[in-house]
């Protein structure tokens, strides 16, 4: 597990409303990854893939549609995912 998550990126996902990207968090980087949902290419697909795969140990989903969320919503989302 990452000694660091990039918050910023977390929060910023979970202001996302674009249905055709999912968001996830990427335990060993900290980072999160952009998931193009609706996109037909072997490079989304192999992400979508690699994702699922990992999905609940490495990567961990961030839902999106918070307008406007702030240092609490990312702690709250943290400590939701046992990752504080």
Do not use: C, K
């Not at 979970?14 to 996109?39: C, I, K, M, Q």
């Not at 990992?54 to 961030?62: D, H, L, Q």
């Amino acid at each position: 597990m990452a000694d660091h998550y990039n918050r910023e990126q977390i929060r910023a996902a979970l202001a996302e409303t674009d249905p055709a990207y999912s968001f996830y968090l990427d335990l060993e980087t900290g980072a999160v990854v952009r998931v193009p949902d609706t996109e037909d290419t072997p490079e989304a697909a192999a992400l979508r893939d690699q994702v699922m795969e990992g999905y609940g140990g490495r990567y961990r989903y961030i839902p999106g549609g918070n307008p406007t969320p702030g240092d609490s919503d990312v702690q709250s989302w943290l400590e939701a995912e046992g990752l504080v």
